[in-house]
């Protein structure tokens, strides 16, 4: 079986405590988000306004956990926020998150629900398994909306592939253009990680949670997943 994606020895050296839930989805189709996820991602906003009520999210325990990650690995996490923060932080500011697509929408959704971030990845552009590991700095990231590649700085958390094109940068603070999920995106990696202390069990529920939303609003779709830990590093699917 091909390996897809993998954690690096020496991150899980540094990082013993990440969980990280993987789905390869193939024979999907996206497109607008359909009324009846639409309606399901707006009730899913106003229940986590209603859950988080009063509690600031700097003692969210996922978010906390994943503030000490960025501080481990020298970004700032009041600067580069996870991607699970900066969504809950637009809808706790300004009420709501706007829709992007149906795969975006799906995984933005499960993401609010268990203060997790949840990254759709595009394979189009990938050569070879992703991995998750430290920059040495010589890899190439292309930012959301631009098409010039930057470095990313050395020694923080990157999804690269083998031919060194990033697809993250500060492990789970923004993913590249080539990697957003498009309209006519058939084939994606999609990831739900996690530091807390009840990582594993979130991070499993958020991966049902994922595979049930692909199943009803992307019928026909083919998934395969997987819950990776230091103990399972490395996703791998079969061959058709």
Same mark, same amino acid.
């Given at each position: 079986?091909? +390996?897809?994606?993998?954690?690096? +020895?020496?991150?899980?050296? &540094? ?17 607008? @988000?359909?009324?009846?996820l639409a309606a399901a991602f707006v009730a899913e906003q106003r229940a986590t306004l209603a859950r988080l009520s009063d509690?600031?999210? *700097? ?18 996490? @009041? ?19 706007? *829709? ?30 992703? +991995? ?7 890899? &190439?990231?292309?930012?959301?909306? +631009? ?73 026909g779709a083919l998934l395969h997943s997987d819950l990776l830990s230091p103990a399972n590093p490395v996703f791998s699917v079969?061959?058709?």
């Open positions: 079986m091909p +390996t897809l994606f993998r954690y690096d +020895t020496a991150l899980l050296d &540094r990082f013993p405590t990440i969980r990280g839930g993987v789905i390869l989805a193939r024979a999907l189709r996206n497109g607008p @988000t359909p009324p009846a509690t600031p999210l *700097s003692e969210v325990p996922s978010l906390v956990a994943w503030r000490r990650a960025f501080s481990a690995f020298g970004v700032k996490p @009041t600067q580069y926020r996870s991607a699970a923060e900066a969504l809950l932080r637009r809808l706790t500011k300004h009420g709501d998150i706007p *829709s992007v697509n149906l795969l975006v929408d799906l995984g933005n959704l499960v993401s609010i629900r268990y203060a997790l971030p949840v990254a759709v990845f595009d394979l189009r552009a990938t050569t070879g398994p992703v +991995t998750v590991c430290f920059a040495t700095g010589d890899e &190439r990231f292309t930012d959301l909306g +631009t098409d010039e590649a930057v470095p990313p700085d050395p020694g923080e958390v990157i999804f690269v592939d083998e031919a060194g094109l990033v697809s993250a940068r500060r492990w789970c603070w923004r993913q590249s253009d080539q990697s957003a999920a498009r309209e006519d995106t058939a084939e994606a990696l999609i990831t739900v990680e996690g530091h807390h202390a009840n990582a594993e069990e979130d991070v499993r529920a958020a991966l049902a949670d994922l595979q049930a939303l692909l199943g009803e609003y992307v019928p079969p061959t058709d």
